[in-house]
């Protein structure tokens, strides 16, 4: 929990990771890629604040009690949410499996949910070993990494049918959240990698799930928007746009925060650190500090209060997956900044969602 | 503002002043003032060497090619250029796409079997994006300075005070073939290349506005990264951006 002023927020961290990216771990010859792609994360994490900045060598790998200070004891945080990304193509053991996120569950029940994931790719196979992870950790959230490299295949959509095979069993044993992340590749490859029209047809398919964009579909922010007012059941992530924008670019964070409470709007945007990148103190601080600018170029955009700030943090999260939360920290009504679906009202060319 | 002192020969000045005119796709910006030319040389017998960075291992391969295979085109159109060699560093598909480009092998054939078409479709996504952030740029001040959005409706692109930004969006919608002259409509759809109705306008504009929030963000994000992987060095021709501090 954080306190502030009197306030008082849960904070939910439901986008982090406890991965082993160290060259012990990477896959004889393929270590250029499990090295660029370690160096990728460490160069976003150049875009938080100095004194939070680790060596190379440190950031591959953390110690359990390294995480457990850094979200708990100094984070903030009260209930995080490990996700599991395989990429095993590159990290032989998996970059963070989910029997590795499901060690730090066993030894801390209260404070850790593990989120299971599947490869559509790896067919019956692949089905089995999403069944029998489900029925070992009971995972209400699935995390699916599109452009997750499989044998000679440099991603999937969400829309093709073996995904939608795999939805289906998904939704069947209970999943009710799905997380999703873009990458840069992608089958064909002369194809947007980043393009989310395929999220936009699952969220139609699968009333019953719902999406978080994590990431806000980074670096397709504006694809995002026009398809999360459109589909009551998608949610911003918004792992990175704090991380990566807050400290680093104030005055876009300013812009993309007032484009997604416009778009969006606060009952659907869930904090994420993305932790071992950024470590959630310094972000759940400056977010709760954090006010848009009283300036004309910013008066379009709704305002963002107490209230929104808690379900961004927390409470959003928490009823998403069902997480208790003690009465202190619970809004005493419904209040709020209505998003673009209440916003731009009747004569909309587009269709509404939500309300 | 001083010009920095600098040892480059007319030839390179000429290859680098090509190499401005290729841009990164998604950010809609030169690959030089992003700092992604690492070097630019042209030996006196005409044999040109181009090397290029980005800002991660794992950037869009498909834009990674593009951005290749344009400089490459850039430099090998130059009248003292008689041989071009396009390096890109760093990358995960470096090799493939550095052999695709010098053997002037297309994308699907440089991909084989991970591609099916060339990236004309990609590119013209992608320029149309641009002109909707291009269009909220020429839109933005006109709005600030108290017009009506229905005003906007009815406006040609030769009402318009002469702007940088506006040169740029004629330079975009021409590019995809919509019409860019002065008696052209002010607001029109990138796709058809139609005026915006007044129903259409109120969300055409704040998609617009939202566009470019996307793409400035996105290249804010990509400098970052670039300075950080490469410790700070500059590329070639590299500027930071006009708002990097943070406000306009």
Known sequence: MYEKNGEKYFVVDSHMHFWD?????WVQGAEQYAKGWIECFHAYQSLGPAETHQS??????VSEEQLMREEFDEGHVDVAILQSTYLREWYKDGFNTAAQNGHLVEQHPDKFIVNCRFDPRDGDAGMREFEAEVEKWHPKGIKLYTAEWNGDSRGFKLSDPECYRFLERAQELGIKNVHVHKGPTIWPLDKDAFDVSDIDHC????PDLNFIIEHVGLPRIEDFCFMATQEPNVYAGLSVVIGGLMHARPYFFNKVMGELLFWVGEDKMTFGSDYGIW??????EGFVDWEMPDREEYAEFPKLGVAGKKKILGLNAAALYGIEVPAEYQLPAEAGTPGAHEVLGEGSPQPVAGA | MTAPV??????????????ETVRDPELDEPITSLGFVVSCAVSAAGDAQVRLRLPTYFC?????YLMVADAYDAVSALPGVRRAEVVLEDHFASDVINDGVAAQAGFVQTFDGEAVSELHGLRADFLRKAVMAGTDQVCRPLLAAGKDPAALLAMTLGELPPSRAL?????????????AGDDAALVIDPVTG????????????????LTRVSIEANSGICRGMLRHRYNNTLGEGETPPPDDSGEH
């Open chain 1, 279 to 284: 470590e959630p103190k310094w972000q759940i």
């Open chain 2, 194 to 209: 139609e005026r915006v109705t007044a129903d259409a306008m109120p969300l055409h504009l704040r998609k617009a506005r």
């Open chain 1, 203 to 206: 969220a139609t398919d699968f």
């Open chain 2, 6 to 19: 600098t040892t480059r020969s007319a030839r390179a000045e000429a290859a680098l002043a090509a190499l």
């Open chain 1, 56 to 61: 190379i060598e440190e950031f591959q790998k």
């Open chain 1, 21 to 25: 990216a160290s060259p012990e771990n």
């Open chain 2, 167 to 179: 040169d740029r969006l004629r330079g975009r919608r021409a590019d995809l073939g919509l019409p």
């Open chain 2, 60 to 64: 869009a391969p498909n834009f990674a």
